[in-house]
């Protein structure tokens, strides 16, 4: 179909964007530099009112599921609970497991914003 000689220069072209790519991807503009924000109640809690864009990782399991997802110890994290109680034990436990960007909002209960309520 094509000549030996536009099939090599194809192969080449095709390898340079795929290096393109990846190099792209690796740049340190595309590092996650949103902050993330943590509801550390429990599933059921979370289940039945958040705030959009907030992810579950109860108190229980808060550190490993970071660890797990593989959170940048210098990311942003903002976290919530109910009342306030639990979210500031959740920052000293992030705290003392060397994350050094957290801050803790409170409870949702005197948020003001749109809670999200997936069973409605």
């Avoid at 095709?14 to 996650?32: A, K, P, R, T, Y």
């Avoid at 801050?103 to 209960?109: H, L, R």
């Amino acid at each position: 179909m094509f000549s030996k000689s536009i099939t090599k220069k194809m192969k080449k072209y095709f390898q340079i964007l795929v290096l393109s790519i990846l190099l792209v991807g690796c740049s340190d503009d595309n590092l996650e530099t949103e902050p993330l924000l943590i509801d550390v109640r429990t599933i059921a809690e979370y289940n039945s009112g958040y705030i959009e864009g907030a992810v579950n990782y109860p108190t229980d399991v808060l550190v490993e599921r970071l660890e797990a997802n593989q959170i940048d110890k210098n990311r942003e994290i903002i976290l919530y609970c109910r009342s306030g109680f639990r979210s500031a034990n959740s920052l000293i436990q992030l705290q003392k497991a060397g994350y050094t960007n957290v801050s803790d909002m409170g409870g949702i209960i005197f948020y003001d914003g749109v809670i999200v309520r997936p069973n409605k």
